[in-house]
C-alpha cells in the first residue's frame, strides 16, 4: 500500500484545497500521471503521482477545504510502503511562525462506495470518529461549534449544513467563567457582531478562503514584528508621460504597449542598482544584499492580493518588462502562476494610481526590505524659477523596514528614482 500525500506546493504552503481528482477508485496510475488539481492560497495546481500502482480509495473528497500538507488524500495499491512524511517546510528567516488558525481539518472518509457506516465512531485508540461532510466542518469551524456536541440527521448519522446551521440558531448561554478573559491573557477571544449588538439579519457573512486568511496572517505578521517608516517625495512625470508616448509609437507594430508602471518597474529596477543597500533583506543570520532586482508587482485578483514577479528587471528592456507583466498579471487573476512566479521577489512595487489614489502608503511584504507605494499622476500647481507652473506630478511612498534600511538609504534610493524618473532616457543609456 501507498498513501498519496497532500503535497507542499510551495515553501510556506501548511494547508490547501483539493478542487478535482482526474483518477477514480480503481484506475492504474504511473508517475507522471496527473491525478489531482489542489487550490493553494495563490494558484491552482496539477498534481502528479510520484509511485504506480491501483487507485484503492480516495480519502479526501473533491472540494474539500483546509487538507493539511502530508495529510494522506488517497491510497494506491501495488506500490511501495508509504514513506514517512517529509518535515513540514520551513517559514522564511524574517517571517514569524504562523498563528494556528480554525480551519477544517481534513475530510477523513474514504468514499470508497456505497456501504453502512460502523454503528460506533469509535477508532482503535478509543477516540469518537466524527462524521461530517466538508461544508459542515467548515461553517463549524467558522460558527465555533464543537462537532463532536452535535447530532447528525444526514445518512448513517452523518452531520450535514442543516444540523450546524440549527445548532448555531440556538441559543447558548454564557457562563461567567466562559465570558471571562483567559488565564494569563490580557483579553478574551474577540466578540462576535451579535455580541456588538450587529443583528443577525443585518449582514452578509463571507467565508475566509485560504488566499484571505494568508494575506490577513502575513500582513498581521508584517505590521506587528517589523519596524517600518515611510518616506515620501512627489515626482514630476511629463517627460516620462512624453517619453511613452514615442516608446509606445515605435512599438504599435509590434502590438506592444508599455504602461506608466512599467516604466516604474524599470527605475525602481535600476535604483537598486545604483543603492544596492536598499535591495536587501533582513535574516537572523545577517542582512541579504540580492544581487539582481527582482521586482514583485501586487496585483488585485479576487479574493485578495498576490505578487508576480519581474525576475532580473535590472537587466530587461521596456519592451519585455511590457509583456511579462501583462502576462503574469492575466494569469495571476485566473489563479494560473507556478510558485517560482510569485516567490522570492526582492522589492515590491503596489500602484493605485489608475483608481485615482493620490498617496498611500504599503504594508512590507516580508522578507522583503521595501515596498514603493505609486499614486496618480495629476496635474498640480508648482513653483519653477520664481513662477507658478502646472506639471504632472506623482506622488510615491517607500515604506522601510528599518532593521535593514534607515532613513538615509531610503532618501539616497528615492533620489536616484526620481532622477530615472524625471530624466527617462537615463534608462536606456
Not at 217 to 226: F, G, N, P
Request: a negative charge.
Amino acid at each position: 500500500m501507498t498513501d498519496i500525500l497532500m503535497p507542499a506546493l510551495s515553501p510556506t504552503m501548511e494547508e490547501g484545497t483539493l478542487a478535482k481528482w482526474h483518477v477514480k477508485i480503481g484506475d492504474s496510475v504511473r508517475s507522471g500521471d496527473v491525478i489531482a488539481e489542489i487550490e493553494t492560497d495563490k494558484a491552482t495546481m496539477e498534481v502528479e503521482a510520484v509511485d504506480e500502482g491501483v487507485v484503492e480509495a480516495i480519502l479526501v473528497a473533491e472540494g474539500t477545504e483546509g487538507v493539511k500538507v502530508n495529510a494522506p488524500i488517497a491510497r494506491l495499491s501495488g506500490g511501495e510502503a508509504a514513506a514517512p512524511p517529509p518535515p513540514a517546510p520551513a517559514a522564511a528567516p524574517a517571517i514569524a511562525a504562523p498563528t494556528p488558525t480554525a480551519t477544517p481539518a481534513a475530510f477523513p472518509v474514504a468514499v470508497t462506495g456505497p456501504g453502512p457506516a460502523p454503528e460506533n465512531n469509535v477508532g482503535t485508540e478509543g477516540r469518537r470518529r466524527i462524521f461530517a461532510s466538508p461544508l459542515a466542518r467548515r461553517l463549524a469551524a467558522e460558527r465555533g461549534l464543537d462537532l463532536a456536541s452535535l447530532t447528525g440527521s444526514g445518512p448513517h448519522g452523518r452531520i450535514i449544513r442543516a444540523d450546524v446551521e440549527a445548532a448555531a440558531a440556538a441559543p447558548r448561554p454564557v457562563s461567567a467563567a466562559a465570558s471571562a478573559p483567559a488565564a494569563g491573557s490580557a483579553s478574551g477571544p474577540a466578540p462576535t457582531l451579535a455580541q456588538l449588538g450587529y443583528p443577525d439579519d443585518s449582514y452578509t457573512l463571507v467565508p475566509l478562503d485560504g488566499m484571505r486568511r494568508t494575506v490577513a496572517r502575513r500582513l498581521t505578521e508584517s505590521a506587528r514584528d517589523i519596524p517600518h517608516f515611510p518616506l515620501t517625495i512627489d515626482v514630476e512625470i511629463d517627460a516620462l508621460l512624453a517619453a511613452r508616448t514615442r516608446i509606445n509609437g515605435l512599438l504599435e507594430p509590434r502590438g506592444i504597449k508599455v504602461s506608466v508602471n512599467d516604466l516604474v518597474i524599470k527605475a525602481a529596477a535600476l535604483a537598486l542598482r545604483q543603492v544596492p543597500e536598499a535591495n536587501a533583506s533582513f535574516t537572523p543570520e545577517g542582512i541579504a544584499l540580492h544581487r539582481h532586482a527582482d521586482i514583485s508587482m501586487v496585483v488585485a485578483v479576487e479574493g485578495g492580493l498576490i505578487t508576480p514577479i519581474i525576475r532580473r528587471a535590472e537587466q530587461k528592456g521596456l519592451a519585455e518588462i511590457a509583456q511579462e507583466a501583462k502576462d503574469l498579471a492575466e494569469r495571476a487573476r485566473n489563479r494560473k502562476l507556478k510558485p517560482e512566479e510569485f516567490q522570492g521577489g526582492t522589492f515590491s512595487i503596489s500602484n493605485l494610481g489608475m483608481f485615482g489614489i493620490r498617496q498611500f502608503g504599503s504594508i512590507i511584504n516580508p522578507p522583503q526590505g521595501a515596498i514603493l507605494s505609486v499614486g496618480a499622476g495629476e496635474a498640480r500647481a508648482v513653483v519653477r524659477d520664481g513662477q507658478v507652473v502646472s506639471r504632472t506630478l506623482m506622488t510615491v511612498t517607500l515604506t522601510c523596514d528599518h532593521r535593514v534600511i534607515d532613513g538615509a538609504i531610503g532618501a539616497r534610493w528615492l533620489a536616484a528614482f526620481r532622477a530615472l524618473i524625471e530624466e527617462p532616457v537615463t534608462m536606456i543609456v
